[in-house]
């Protein structure tokens, strides 16, 4: 089974990472304190959400996966594909990629139909946890990612496991033409097999994409959750879905010490 339960919080973990080198989940929607429509373990900010119940949603968490809450490192997501290194002390960039190999850190993202990307080297001993969706797409978030490792820590991206969390599946997720024409702009004609149509429209294959582009930077072990965002809402937030009106669900990686 890839969730674990943990008092009232239900957390997905992969299989590729395990619990002696890695700390890492990611949270479902369960446990937590939020009322509808955040109900109920949201964590992001900015939603209408609480402010004081965000934090004790996020304290829970940390609590359940035995991190310390000051080991919370997390970025303002802004939909690129900018990365910034996580060291101490804490300052908030706007980024959608964090690195570090400090265990002390734990890094912290908030998603709702999105790609959760988690990335390991057990040779540099380093992590990258990113968030992509179709913009961090075309700015290639999952080649930036491995380059931040490979810049940074001077990671092989051949040593690099992968492993691509809960989104929205390209059944739900239905795009404009012009997304389309971006992402052929940016990323080439061989993104065609990621474009399915379906009624007439176009739906985008948000793990497709992330597993040719992670192909394409050097990375061959990828770990794929399967999980639909927007057909699980039991489990999941999922903007799509529920339009707009949801909450954020948590995703953490940290080394362990
Ligand atoms: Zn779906």
């Given at each position: 089974m890839p969730f674990r339960q943990v008092g009232d919080l239900r957390i997905f973990e992969f299989k590729s990472f395990s619990s002696e080198v890695l700390t890492h989940g990611i949270v479902t929607r369960n446990g937590g304190f939020s009322s509808s429509p955040w109900n109920s373990l949201n964590v992001g900010g900015g939603l209408g959400d609480s402010e004081k119940i965000v934090e004790k949603n996020i304290r829970r968490i940390f609590d359940a996966l035995g991190?310390?809450?000051?080991?919370k490192y997390d970025v303002w997501q802004i939909h690129s594909a900018r990365f910034h290194v996580a060291e101490l002390p804490y300052e908030q960039h706007r980024a959608d990629i964090l690195v570090t190999d400090n265990p002390e850190l734990t890094l912290f993202m908030r998603y709702a139909d999105c790609v959760p990307i988690m990335l390991y080297d057990p040779q540099a001993q380093a992590i990258a946890l990113a968030h992509a969706g179709w913009r961090g797409i075309v700015e290639n978030v999952p080649a930036v990612a491995v380059q931040a490792l490979t810049s940074t820590y001077g990671s092989n991206p051949a040593n690099i496991i992968a492993a691509l969390g809960p989104a929205i599946c390209k059944e739900c997720y239905p795009v404009g033409v012009e997304v389309v024409d971006q992402l052929k702009q940016a990323l080439?004609?061989?993104?065609?097999?990621t474009i399915v149509r379906r009624n007439g429209n176009p739906h985008l294959d948000l793990w497709s994409l992330c597993e040719m582009l992670l192909h394409r930077a050097g990375v061959n072990s990828i770990e794929s959750a399967s999980i639909c965002t927007a057909t699980n809402l039991d489990d999941w937030f999922s903007h799509r879905a529920e339009k707009g009106k949801t909450g954020r669900f948590a995703a953490l990686l940290g080394l362990v010490g």
């Open positions: 991190r310390a809450i000051v080991s080439g004609s061989d993104t065609t097999h």
